[in-house]
């Protein structure tokens, strides 16, 4: 199937050429996120803090119409995401099912759960690619940033039977201030390790890793260094390590545009089958959800309320509306903004127009030159 088109808003008119309403034909990506259950604990994990417990997952049979519609609406790729996936007893069976549909599935896992009999049975379902997140490279700062003694070797032993079952492998290095030092290190372990693509993932601060902000914000000589790094690493590695790196939004001064843009590249539906523009939506008051199962995927993709709620620029304040960049950022994160200003309809304060910019910034160099916290490590309340 060829990529996203676009199709004009038939609701509103005007019908063509409106920014506001146009939208994407399809989704690039389905984000399932099967389940909130892991047996990490990583203090940014970018599960809501109010988690769906075990009895909450959507059964089986529903994921997969969820996979049928998602590929019906024109989606190209699902993401097997959680928690951790692999909890998840039927994940072949939902492997199979993508790959019957002709979905790209890439599962997105801590690798600690499974063993090669079970890998060889996800890559006999269809499996296409596999993201590995690491915490750290030093063995005992990884173990206590994820909160699972003993999980270091596990990880560095799947990744090895990814590469012999020869699948393709994208490590995940989410960074902070108590493991960028060392982001060298994740560049020789991928390369190591065989990975093709690494993503350094600077932690993104809603959430639990609010709660952990302190902890976790790095002081600006320690991102001015490992951006050098990543530079380098660009021009060295060109052709061997693609390298995705992304400015926190502390010491950005362009926000980034989050998800692609609300309602433009990802469909994301939670454990119990809530339906997201972004995984962090719910944290979004007076946002309404509607249910995978209950009504089409692609009427909520089309107009479905939260989609439509930040959808495009009409939504935007007046500083964003006169801005050039409205349609490259599209507004930038709506969870950053509620979570920094209490109103989600805010400028985000990443952009350096925002009148929260400078505050954010203060905030950020106070912290990250204050000692290290204890971590409030991600646990079902
Ligand atoms: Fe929700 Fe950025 S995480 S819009």
New binding site residues.
């Given amino acids: 199937r060829s990529a996203a088109t676009w199709k004009p808003c038939s609701r509103t008119w005007p019908t063509r050429g409106c920014s506001t309403h146009d939208r994407p034909r399809a989704p690039l990506a389905l984000l399932a996120e099967l389940t909130h259950r892991c047996p990490l604990a990583c203090p940014y994990c970018s599960n809501p803090v109010e988690m769906v417990r075990a009895a909450g997952e959507l059964p089986t049979e529903t994921w997969k119409q969820v996979m049928t519609e998602a590929a019906d609406l024109g989606c190209l790729q699902v993401h097997f995401s959680g928690g951790e996936p692999t909890v998840r007893k039927d994940l072949e069976e939902l492997v199979a099912h993508a790959a019957q549909v002709g979905l790209y599935s890439n599962l997105i896992t801590s690798g600690v759960l499974v063993d090669t009999a079970r890998l060889a049975g996800l890559s006999a379902a269809g499996l296409d690619h596999i993201q590995v997140s690491f915490q750290d490279t030093e063995v005992a700062s990884a173990e206590r940033i994820g909160g699972l003694r003993g999980a270091q070797p596990r990880k560095l032993a799947f990744c090895r039977a990814v590469r012999e079952a020869g699948l393709p492998l994208t490590l995940n290095a989410v960074v902070h201030r108590q493991n960028l030092d060392r982001l060298q290190e994740m560049i020789d372990l991928s390369l190591d390790l065989g990975a093709s693509r690494l993503e350094v993932a600077h932690v993104?601060y809603?959430g639990w890793a609010l709660k952990n902000r302190a902890a976790l914000m790095p002081t600006r000589q320690q991102l001015e260094a490992a951006t050098a790094v990543v530079d380098a690493a660009r021009v060295a590695l060109k052709g061997r390590l693609v390298i995705d790196y992304v400015v926190p939004d502390y010491y950005a001064s362009r926000p980034k545009p989050?998800?692609g843009g609300?309602g433009r590249r990802f469909i994301t539906v939670n454990p119990s089958g809530k339906v997201l523009p972004?995984?962090?939506?719910e944290s979004i008051p007076g946002l309404e959800f509607q249910r995978a199962g209950d009504v089409p995927l692609a009427d909520i993709w089309d107009w479905g309320p939260a989609f439509e709620r930040f959808r495009g620029t009409g939504w935007m304040p007046s500083l964003c509306q006169t801005c050039e960049h409205k349609e490259r950022d599209w507004g930038g994160?709506?969870?950053?903004a509620l979570a920094l200003t209490g109103d989600a309809t805010a400028t985000d304060p990443a952009c350096a127009k925002s009148p929260f910019h400078r505050d954010l910034v203060a905030v950020a160099e106070r912290e990250s030159a204050a000692d290290v916290g204890e971590f409030v490590y991600r646990r079902f309340s």
Wanted: proline share 0%; glycine share 0%.
């Fill in positions: 993104q809603y989050c998800m609300w972004c995984h962090a939506a994160c709506r969870c950053q």
